[in-house]
């Protein structure tokens, strides 16, 4: 090799960047990393989190409404004029500039409409953190679900795939005995039926798959994502001890109540609003002008002008509008009323309901979990009598689609069961930024956990 070769060589070495040599390998992903990803991506939380900022702007507006306010004014002007009539000769006409500036000061005293108004765009800003609370809840809940909807259908298309490949066992086997005339061919096709039967099924559970990963994606914002799989048995305990303890605590903590308050708050400042418009509106207003120019389009002497005043303005008579006007408002207010008692009967029901299911969950999963025990058995029993020759391939096939069916599922009751609890946590008033990394370290596998690096 050549003095001039290695020198290329090893300048082409020198402007490769080090950063791309090795590419990082693609990390399964846990249930906190997806939510922080639904927070950055999800435009329904975007949305909330804007109308939080658009209310808070609103209120100081309003606010500013009531502060002094301060303004400059000027005109430059070129005047003219000229007389008709016997005197216009003796007169003549006239052409003159003229100028007039000043600022103009405004302070108001006394506007009870105007401070209502700031009080209801105040309560309009709390309510929007409220529904940004309650966007937050409902963007976990679809999150999770989505999560463990998306390891359900891979978990079927997981027990097809191990169903269709025992099924491919099974044949081997049939065909091998039905070769040495052990086994009648109706149970060789029987088999082969079944199998084909249970690649038809797989082929639809991995079209599931890729649906409901998709309704994941809306929610993060990517695509090709790998989750982490989740444990077998999920440990989840709960502070809340009875049904109506359970609503008690949601009545006092959702957010979805505290809107429909803060609600009817925004409805009685508005009717008080209305009312105040019946009230004198006092204002200081203070004005500095210069003014070269004269009055009547006349010449005049440059003067200085100052002012100050107090400013009334009461209407006695606008058609009726302002009676109209309160009248609207008080059926807003009893709409949000009604509203309040709405929200406030189904939170209880949410609330009663979420109880109810979690306990129904642990209920069924225990079930589940025991059929899936019996089952694993009997498929065991059920091949080894098959080969001793007491038991027929359909009754390995029966076990086999049994086995699949009650997998499946256990991993929908443990879904439920994560589900309910969810719900049950988040109406009662945990924060889902807190709630996300305790239930996703619930989630996590001994298998995840050793490759997180031992997080508990």
Same mark, same amino acid.
């Given at each position: 090799?050549?003095?001039?070769?290695?020198?290329?060589?090893?300048?082409?070495?020198?402007?490769?960047?080090?950063?791309?040599?090795?590419?990082?390998?693609?990390?399964?992903?846990?249930?906190?990393?997806?939510?922080?990803?639904?927070?950055?991506?999800?435009?329904?939380?975007?949305?909330?989190?804007?109308?939080?900022?658009?209310?808070?702007?609103?209120?100081?507006?309003?606010?500013?409404?009531?502060?002094?306010?301060?303004?400059?004014?000027?005109?430059?002007?070129?005047?003219?004029?000229?007389?008709?009539?016997?005197?216009?000769?003796?007169?003549?006409?006239?052409?003159?500039?003229?100028?007039?500036?000043?600022?103009?000061?405004?302070?108001?005293?006394?506007?009870?409409?105007?401070?209502?108004?700031?009080?209801?765009?105040?309560?309009?800003?709390?309510?929007?953190?409220?529904?940004?609370?309650?966007?937050?809840?409902?963007?976990?809940?679809?999150?999770?679900?989505?999560?463990?909807?998306?390891?359900?259908?891979?978990?079927?298309?997981?027990?097809?795939?191990?169903?269709?490949?025992?099924?491919?066992?099974?044949?081997?086997?049939?065909?091998?005995?039905?070769?040495?005339?052990?086994?009648?061919?109706?149970?060789?096709?029987?088999?082969? %039926? *079944?199998?084909?039967?249970?690649? $038809?099924?797989?082929?639809? /559970?991995?079209?599931?798959? =890729?649906? #409901? +990963?998709?309704?994941?994606?809306?929610?993060?914002?990517?695509?090709?994502?790998?989750?982490?799989?989740?444990?077998?048995?999920?440990?989840?305990?709960?502070?809340?001890?009875?049904?109506?303890?359970?609503?008690?605590?949601?009545?006092?903590?959702?957010?979805?109540?505290?809107?429909?308050?803060?609600?009817?708050?925004?409805?009685?400042?508005?009717?008080?609003?209305?009312?105040?418009?019946?009230?004198?509106?006092?204002?200081?207003?203070?004005?500095?002008?210069?003014?070269?120019?004269?009055?009547?389009?006349?010449?005049?002497?440059?003067?200085?002008?100052?002012?100050?005043?107090?400013?009334?303005?009461?209407?006695?008579?606008?058609?009726?509008?302002?009676? %109209? *006007?309160?009248?609207?408002?008080? $059926?807003?207010?009893?709409? /949000?009323?009604?509203?309040? =008692?709405? #929200? +406030?009967?189904?939170?209880?029901?949410?609330?009663?309901?979420?109880?109810?299911?979690?306990?129904?969950?642990?209920?069924?999963?225990?079930?589940?979990?025991?059929?899936?025990?019996?089952?694993?058995?009997?498929?065991?029993?059920?091949?080894?009598?098959?080969?001793?020759?007491?038991?027929?391939?359909?009754?390995?096939?029966?076990?086999?689609?049994?086995?699949?069916?009650?997998?499946?599922?256990?991993?929908?009751?443990?879904?439920?069961?994560?589900?309910?609890?969810?719900?049950?946590?988040?109406?009662?008033?945990?924060?889902?930024?807190?709630?996300?990394?305790?239930?996703?370290?619930?989630?996590?596998?001994?298998?995840?956990?050793?490759?997180?690096?031992?997080?508990?």
């Amino acid at each position: 090799m050549t003095l001039r070769t290695l020198v290329l060589f090893f300048f082409a070495l020198s402007t490769q960047p080090f950063s791309h040599a090795v590419e990082p390998p693609f990390q399964p992903m846990s249930l906190e990393k997806i939510y922080a990803l639904a927070v950055d991506q999800a435009p329904s939380l975007a949305i909330a989190q804007y109308r939080v900022q658009s209310a808070e702007a609103q209120s100081s507006e309003a606010a500013g409404a009531l502060l002094p306010q301060l303004s400059l004014f000027g005109e430059w002007s070129e005047n003219s004029v000229s007389y008709d009539g016997p005197l216009s000769a003796f007169y003549g006409d006239q052409t003159y500039p003229g100028e007039r500036y000043g600022f103009r000061a405004k302070q108001t005293l006394f506007n009870m409409s105007s401070f209502r108004e700031l009080q209801r765009r105040e309560a309009l800003s709390d309510l929007s953190e409220s529904e940004l609370a309650q966007a937050e809840i409902e963007l976990l809940g679809q999150v999770v679900d989505g999560y463990l909807t998306v390891l359900v259908a891979d978990g079927t298309v997981s027990q097809f795939q191990m169903e269709s490949e025992a099924l491919e066992r099974q044949l081997e086997e049939a065909q091998a005995l039905f070769a040495r005339g052990l086994l009648p061919v109706t149970q060789v096709l029987e088999t082969q %039926a *079944r199998g084909e039967a249970v690649k $038809a099924d797989l082929i639809e /559970a991995e079209g599931d798959a =890729e649906i #409901v +990963r998709e309704y994941l994606t809306e929610l993060i914002g990517v695509r090709n994502f790998k989750l982490m799989p989740i444990a077998e048995t999920v440990f989840l305990s709960t502070s809340v001890t009875t049904v109506e303890h359970a609503v008690s605590l949601a009545l006092q903590n959702s957010p979805s109540v505290s809107a429909a308050k803060e609600g009817v708050q925004v409805a009685e400042y508005g009717v008080k609003r209305e009312k105040g418009t019946f009230w004198p509106e006092v204002s200081l207003v203070i004005t500095e002008q210069y003014s070269d120019v004269g009055f009547d389009n006349l010449t005049s002497p440059a003067r200085n002008t100052e002012s100050v005043a107090i400013s009334v303005n009461y209407p006695l008579l606008q058609g009726g509008a302002r009676v %109209a *006007r309160i009248r609207g408002a008080w $059926a807003e207010y009893y709409t /949000a009323k009604q509203e309040l =008692e709405g #929200v +406030r009967r189904s939170v209880e029901t949410q609330a009663r309901s979420a109880w109810v299911r979690l306990n129904s969950a642990d209920k069924r999963l225990a079930a589940a979990q025991q059929a899936v025990e019996t089952l694993d058995v009997s498929v065991s029993a059920t091949e080894k009598s098959v080969k001793a020759g007491t038991a027929r391939i359909t009754d390995v096939l029966f076990a086999l689609a049994q086995q699949t069916r009650a997998k499946r599922d256990r991993a929908l009751a443990e879904q439920q069961r994560v589900m309910a609890w969810l719900e049950l946590e988040l109406i009662t008033g945990r924060a889902p930024r807190s709630l996300a990394p305790v239930l996703s370290d619930a989630l996590l596998s001994q298998a995840a956990v050793t490759v997180m690096g031992g997080r508990k």
